[in-house]
């Protein structure tokens, strides 16, 4: 692992060996592991250390900031529209929220 931190930082002996991606995501999570984080709001902890992990900070972001939306339950009442007809009308209601059951977890 002390080569791949020579590379990283530059090392004048091995200026033909080129870091690969894997290698340099490589570094930055064992460099990442040996971190105490003491800040308890974690978007705030990748923002302070935003440049000394590149790769790991742009995962968080992706990750940490998901918006909260409605569009499951929106999509929960849309396979009740799909399931409940004109033509299936008379279903029972515990026949309707198994099939809407069935409907969400069988995609």
Known sequence: MKLLGDVVQGSTEDQHLTITPFQKASVEINRYNGEVVTEYNPLCW??????????????????????????????????????????????????????????????
């Open 46 to 107: 990748w923002n302070e250390n935003l440049r000394k992990y590149p790769l790991l900070s742009r995962l968080a972001r992706k990750y940490l900031c998901i918006p909260a939306t409605s569009v499951p339950t929106e999509r929960a009442f849309s396979s009740a529209g799909n399931i409940v007809s004109a033509k299936r009308s008379c279903l029972q209601p515990d026949s309707v929220e198994m099939l809407v059951f069935l409907a969400e977890n069988l995609q």
